[in-house]
T-cell receptor, first 114, second 109 residues
Framework: DVKVTQSSRYLVKRTGEKVFLECVQDMDHENMFWYRQDPGLGLRLIYFSYDVKMKEKGDIPEGYSVSREKKERFSLILESASTNQTSMYLC?????????????FGEGSRLTVL | GQSLEQPSEVTAVEGAIVQINCTYQTSGFYGLSWYQQHDGGAPTFLSYNALDGLEETGRFSSFLSRSDSYGYLLLQELQMKDSASYFCAVMNRDDKIIFGKGTRLHILP
C-alpha cells in the first residue's frame, strides 16, 4: 500500500530554533512536495523536487529550505523558526507526468512556534 | 502568476446534487485534479482531468474545459459523510501542483 510518512505529527519549537521536518515515501515516486495549510488559505506550495538533489521554489519559499539527498526522502528546514510559521505542514509525493498527477499525502506535521 | 478560484462554502441537502466550480489562471497547464479533505485528515485524491469533458467515478464526476480555464466537481446522491473540504488543484508542465483555497461543503439532513 502507498505510504508517505512524516516524522513528527506535533512539534512545539521556540522562535529562532532550527526545525527539521522529515518525509519519506515508499512508492519510488519522482516528485515530492511540501505544502503548508492554514485556515482559509488552502494548501500553499513551499518547495517541490522532481529528482534527487533537485528543488524548485513554490509560492512561499521564504524562510524555508529543503534537502533531497535520496529519492525517498524530502526534508523541510526552517533555519530560524518564527511565530508566523506556526502551521500544518503536509508532505506529498507523485509520479508526475507518467501518472495522473495524483498526490499522496502524509498525515501532516502540526508545528507551533512560541 | 497563477491563481485558482473556487467558492469558500457550499450548502446542500442530503440526497441532492451539488456542483463545485473552479476557475484557474496558470501557464503551462497540464491537468486539473480534485481532492477531498475531512477535518483532521490529509487530502485524498478524487479525480483528474487532462482533456476536455466529463470523467465519472461512482457518485463523483469532474469536468474540464481547457478553453474556458474552468472545471467543476459534481457530487450526486449526497451523503452526510461527504461533508468535507474540496480542493481543486492545477498541475503544470513543470510538475508544479498548485491548490485552490478550498470549498467547505455543508450537508443538511
Amino acid at each position: 500500500d502507498v505510504k508517505v510518512t512524516q516524522s513528527s505529527r506535533y512539534l512545539v519549537k521556540r522562535t529562532g530554533e532550527k526545525v527539521f521536518l522529515e518525509c519519506v515515501q515508499d512508492m519510488d515516486h519522482e516528485n515530492m512536495f511540501w505544502y503548508r495549510q492554514d485556515p482559509g488559505l488552502g494548501l500553499r506550495l513551499i518547495y517541490f523536487s522532481y529528482d534527487v538533489k533537485m528543488k524548485e521554489k513554490g509560492d512561499i519559499p521564504e524562510g524555508y529550505s529543503v534537502s533531497r539527498e535520496k529519492k525517498e526522502r524530502f526534508s523541510l528546514i526552517l533555519e530560524s523558526a518564527s511565530t508566523n510559521q506556526t502551521s500544518m505542514y503536509l508532505c506529498a509525493s507523485s509520479l508526475g507526468w507518467s501518472g495522473n498527477g495524483e498526490l499522496f499525502f502524509g498525515e501532516g506535521s502540526r508545528l507551533t512556534v512560541l | 502568476g497563477q491563481s485558482l478560484e473556487q467558492p469558500s462554502e457550499v450548502t446542500a441537502v442530503e440526497g441532492a446534487i451539488v456542483q463545485i466550480n473552479c476557475t484557474y489562471q496558470t501557464s503551462g497547464f497540464y491537468g486539473l485534479s480534485w481532492y477531498q479533505q475531512h477535518d483532521g485528515g490529509a487530502p485524498t485524491f478524487l479525480s483528474y482531468n487532462a482533456l476536455d469533458g466529463l470523467e465519472e467515478t461512482g457518485r463523483f464526476s469532474s469536468f474540464l474545459s481547457r478553453s474556458d480555464s474552468y472545471g467543476y466537481l459534481l457530487l450526486q446522491e449526497l451523503q452526510m459523510k461527504d461533508s468535507a473540504s474540496y480542493f481543486c488543484a492545477v498541475m503544470n508542465r513543470d510538475d508544479k501542483i498548485i491548490f485552490g483555497k478550498g470549498t467547505r461543503l455543508h450537508i443538511l439532513p
